[in-house]
T-cell receptor, first 115, second 112 residues
Framework: NAGVTQTPKFQVLKTGQSMTLQCAQD?????MYWYRQDPGMGLRLIYY???????DKGEVPNGYNVSRLNKREFSLRLESAAPSQTSVYFC??????????????FGEGSRLTVL | ELKVEQNPLFLSMQEGKNYTIYCNYS?????LYWYRQDPGKSLESLFV???NGAVKQEGRLMASLDTKARLSTLHITAAVHDLSATYFC????????????WGAGTKLIIKP
């Protein structure tokens, strides 16, 4: 049972470098999300995609871009990384269809350090 | 402002004791979720509460939802060390299907 798969699990970047975090889900969910979690903190929504072909900003979108490549895949791109983007990034998916619970299923997380 | 407040934020307790974590929220919602996170790990869904008066139980954990009071509780009965983790609640505002509002989390340490 793969569920939600994120890559890479760990990454170290220098300030100004770019990178893309990949996320794929095999649960046929319509909705996908990218969150960040800073040490000792809760989750903050970066971007979400309610369905294939749509994306919307969350609470902290600045410095990030996303692509909903297809129903399975939702990527997060940092164009010019900054130390403030050092965090753990979680991808999640959910089913918001009729009768669904809407609970989120999370990937294992991607730990990003920007020097 | 949409807010979800958990209380307490930190709890250290002895094995065998009972305790309750509270989750208050400021918006109208009929969907509330509880998640568990172990250190360095991802979030795991514990309970989904979808209506007023909903009560769910799993082992030593029981969650309830009072939508009129905008309050959910997570009750721990006869705590054991394995329940040490951070617990998050999250709500979905009635006017939004997509943006969960998260509490800050309650870090629970259970001492043998």
């Amino acid at each position: 049972n793969a569920g939600v798969t994120q890559t890479p699990k760990f990454q170290v970047l220098k300030t100004g470098q770019s990178m893309t975090l990949q996320c794929a889900q095999d649960m046929n969910h319509n909705s996908m999300y990218w969150y960040r979690q800073d040490p000792g903190m809760g989750l903050r929504l970066i971007y979400y995609s309610a369905s294939e072909g749509t994306t919307d900003k969350g609470e902290v979108p600045n410095g990030y871009n996303v692509s909903r490549l297809n129903k399975r895949e939702f990527s997060l791109r940092l164009e010019s990384a900054a130390p403030s983007q050092t965090s753990v990034y979680f991808c999640a998916s959910s089913d918001l269809g009729q009768g669904a619970t809407g609970e989120l299923f999370f990937g294992e997380g991607s730990r990003l350090t920007v020097l | 402002e949409l807010k979800v407040e958990q209380n307490p934020l930190f709890l250290s307790m002895q094995e065998g004791k009972n305790y309750t974590i509270y989750c208050n929220y400021s918006t109208t919602s009929d969907r509330l979720y509880w998640y568990r996170q172990d250190p360095g790990k991802s979030l795991e869904s514990l309970f989904v509460l979808l209506s007023n008066g909903a009560v769910k139980q799993e082992g030593r954990l029981m969650a309830s939802l009072d939508t009129k009071a905008r309050l959910s509780t997570l009750h721990i009965t006869a705590a054991v060390h394995d329940l040490s983790a951070t617990y998050f609640c999250a709500v979905v505002p009635m006017d939004s299907n997509y943006q969960l509002i998260w509490g800050a989390g309650t870090k629970l340490i259970i001492k043998p």
